[in-house]
Structure formats: structure tokens, C-alpha cells
């Protein structure tokens, strides 16, 4: 399809996107591709579904310029056909065909059968069953995780991408300032996950990758814990993370405010959140080591004696995301050998666990790095400490 009608980008942009992609494996020896996750069928084929629960796969040869091939469910051809450019979507029935041989024969078709074949083993998309079906049907041919080569060539957003990341932070700074309008005494987390929720898909954000996440009180150290009945208490402290979502990109917020006034103690954690926050955001620049964020965040911790506080890691890359989750493979730690560049996407945050004193804070967002520092795309960021 040259013009589907809810497609998100420029058929060249997804070309340019597929050459880029051949170059990169055609540079590290492979002879053609079986891509799984649904955010590489949506980078590379513009497909859009709910459908990654299902066998799919774009497959394509490294070696000349024929669009890849799209294999979906053929209840899921109408989905390709409104956001696919690809013109070549071939389909199965469950239970009546086997999609792992049409996948085998794809690619005895397009001449890379018997070679050496890319697969992102590591997407979720990619049960342990689907991986060991593939590569029986596959045997007799070479097959390689490149899943973190396929993550490597999103690292860097077009100006196209960065339209829907930054239109990804506006429903995200609109989910963290609809919990300081609701946030009261006596709610309780799931109302106020509900709230926010709400302000954000009624201004258009899309259904997100991971389920929003809320902790009050002494649950805060959990810092994956989802809403539940809990009723915020006086003097709660109040912790969510959660992403805006355009056409697929995320840009995730996340927060820690008070419900009443908060001890001392909290007050005293809370600062020295936003002090490892501004320490790491300092060294965000393009041509710095993407390890000197995680390193300098660890100066105030150190400082204050609460290493044991610290829950590394400090971020992670964002862009394209289906369920069940939003993280990237640009990972933002002291042991990354990535240097920072231009267009580069990333949520950052402070995460203190104090487990004994039942407190746990985080502060952060998404950021751009731009030609000279970032550009903050959501998030509260380093502020004072918010008390409902």
C-alpha cells in the first residue's frame, strides 16, 4: 500500500528506515532478517495492531532494495492495509496454517534460506515456543539475536519521530498536573491513577505500553507497584510513573509528591533526589559518555552517606512501544559504552528505596539530547516538593 490511510509516515521515510537497517546487517555479516516485535514491524512497516500476541514477522534480504515481506493473521490484513505502506502482506489462518513455514518459505524465496539471519529474539513479542519453532523451521539456516542491533538503528529520532515524542510529553505533562489538581487526603490510588488516565487519553494519548504505576506510603519503596484500594493517608508520600503516547512513542513522567505535610525526614530524601537529578542532567550533552549521567548521579548519594538507597538504573531510551513495555535497549548506566547524540530520546529519573523508613522517591521525564545540552520533552523534573 503506497497511501494507507492512517499511516504516520512518508513511505520514504520507512525506506530510508529499511536501507539503514540492511546496511547495518549487511555490515555485520547477515544475509536477511525475521523481525517479531511489533515495534519493529511498526518502524520499519509503519504496522500498526494489536496483534503482537499472534505470529507476525517482516522478513526481508540484505542484498538489493525489494520491500520486505509483512506476514500477519488474516484478521489483521485490514490493519495492514490502513497502516502499512508495504504492498506485499501476505496472511494465515490460525489454526489451518502454520505461519512458521510460510515464514521458511519467504525466505527460500527471497534467497536467504540457507544463510545468516538477524532475529530479535530478545522482544517480547518472542515467546521461548515461537523462537525454537523458528529456528526448526529455519534449520537450515544460521539464525543471530540482533535484537539489540535493531534497537541501536532507533536510537536517534528523524524531526518526523520527534513530532509525536514531543506531542507523547504534552499528555504526559498533562497526567502530572491532573494529579496535583485531584491529589487529596482519602482517594485512593487506584481513583487517583484513574484520574490521570483520564485527562490524558481525553486529550488523545494513546493506550500505553506499561500500566500506569502509583504508590502512596509506605508502598513507595516499591517503585513497580501498581494502584491499588489503599486510601492516601495525611502526610502520605505519593510516587506515579506513567507515559503519553503518539501514534506508538512514549515519553514518560514521573513524580513524587505529598499528601499533607510529609515528615522531616521526607523533605530532607526529597532534595537529595533532586540534587542526584540536576547531577546527572549536567553531564547530558552530545559527544559525553552516556555512563557519566549514571556517575554523577551517584556524587550527592555518596555525600549524604545513602548508597544503599540508590536504584540503579538511572534511564532508559524510549520510542516506539506495544505492550508490555515502553524500555529501549539505550540503557543510561555507569557501565554503558554509548556516547550521546543528537536525537537522542531517553526518560531519566532519581530513584531513592529507603525500605526501613517506608519511603520511596523518584523524580524525572524524557529528554531530547540537542546539538548543544537537552531539551526536557515532559516530566516535573527538579522541583520543590509538591504537598497537596
Known sequence: MQNPQFAVFTVAEHRERVARARK????EGYDGAVCIGAELLNYLGGFDCCSYFSPQAL????????????????IDVINARETSWLPDVQDYQLNFADPLDIIAGIARDIGMGAGRIAVDFGSYACTARYGFNLVEALASATLDDAT???????????????????????YADIGWKAAQAVLRVGMTEIELAAEVEHAMRSSGSEFSALATLCATGARTPG?????????????????????????????????????GEPSPLVRE????????????????????????METASLGPVKRAGREKAYMAMFGTGLGVGYPPIWVGALTIN?????????????YAHSCLQ??????GITQGGSYLVTQDGYEPICGPGQIDLFVA
Open 24 to 27: 547495518a546487517l549487511a555490515a
Open 59 to 74: 522478513i526481508f534480504a540484505t542484498k538489493g532494495d525489494d520491500d520486505p515481506i509483512l506476514l500477519v493473521r488474516n
Open 269 to 292: 530524601l526529597y532534595e537529595l533526589g533532586n540534587e542526584t537529578l540536576a547531577a546527572a542532567m549536567a553531564e547530558c550533552a552530545p559527544g559525553k559518555p552516556i555512563g557519566g
Open 334 to 346: 555507569r557501565w554503558s559504552d554509548k556516547i550521546l547524540a543528537p536525537g537522542m530520546v531517553f
Open 148 to 170: 539489540v542491533l535493531f534497537s541501536t538503528l532507533q536510537f536517534q529520532k528523524s524531526e518526523a519521530e520527534l513530532v509525536h515524542i514531543r506531542q507523547a510529553g504534552k
Open 354 to 359: 529507603f525500605v526501613d523508613e517506608g519511603i
Open 223 to 259: 517503585m513497580h507497584s501498581t494502584p491499588t484500594n489503599k486510601k492516601i493517608e495525611d502526610g502520605d508520600v505519593v510516587h506515579m510513573e506513567f507515559a503519553g503516547v503518539s501514534n506508538r512513542y512514549h515519553a514518560v513522567s514521573m513524580f513524587t509528591f505529598a499528601a
